[in-house]
């Protein structure tokens, strides 16, 4: 069967938006904020640092929120996404949190987002709650039980078991480390090479189907 229905599913941070938590370290000064999943693949611990951090620095969901309420998508990324939507069905899976990204999945045209919940408590973040264990995965792969294709793109540790699992994977713009510890997925680092690598993999994928 030619023309199987596909599914793009991309990385938030990195990829359509910059990094809200580098945003964070930028407007307190706080410089180990800035370390995300591009630097650290345990995203446990990397949360656990984190909201360790903020209750050390007195710092609540607000703070967080205002620096997402300044925020815009990456230069290039609305465009990259309207020369998609004709042509695919477009999911945002990411490890941010929904009390946060709402601001811009409006900017972005809402997009279908999967991601986390923060737990809060007199605006103080205490923890966070994870949709599933490898959710990024999970969501890849009940996505393909429906009979969907999924290509995916991301830029981080994070992103690698969505990308192994996706019938195509792709990096975007990947720090040196991710790079060479996956030397085998396609690399490319602007919109118009990440549209040229979906639009390549989805006729790669109409040629295998049967």
């Not at 230069?75 to 601001?103: H, N, W």
Request: charged share 25%.
């Amino acid at each position: 069967m030619r023309g199987v229905v596909k599914l793009v599913c991309l990385d938030l941070e990195g990829v359509l938006v910059p990094e809200i938590w580098v945003g964070l370290a930028d407007r307190t000064g706080i410089d180990a904020l800035r370390r995300t999943t591009r630097d650290n693949p345990d995203y446990d611990v990397l949360m656990s640092d984190r909201i360790r951090l903020l209750d050390e620095h007195g710092l609540e969901i607000s703070d967080l929120q205002q620096v997402v309420s300044e925020m815009k998508p990456l230069r290039g990324a609305l465009s990259f996404l309207k020369r998609l939507e004709p042509q695919f069905q477009i999911v945002v899976l990411s490890d941010t949190f929904y009390e946060l990204a709402m601001p811009l999945m409006k900017i972005l045209g809402w997009p279908t987002l999967l991601c986390h919940r923060l737990i809060t408590e007199g605006g103080r973040i205490i923890g966070y709650q994870q949709r599933q264990e490898d959710p990024k995965r999970s969501a890849v792969t009940a996505f393909q039980s429906l009979n969907l294709r999924v290509i995916a793109a991301g830029d981080s540790y994070n992103d690698i078991s969505m990308l192994t699992q996706a019938d195509d994977g792709i990096l975007f713009r990947p720090p040196p480390g991710v790079m060479a510890d996956y030397p085998d997925f396609k690399v490319v680092n602007n919109y118009q090479a990440l549209g040229d690598a979906i639009e390549a993999a989805s006729e790669r994928l109409d040629g295998n189907s049967v």
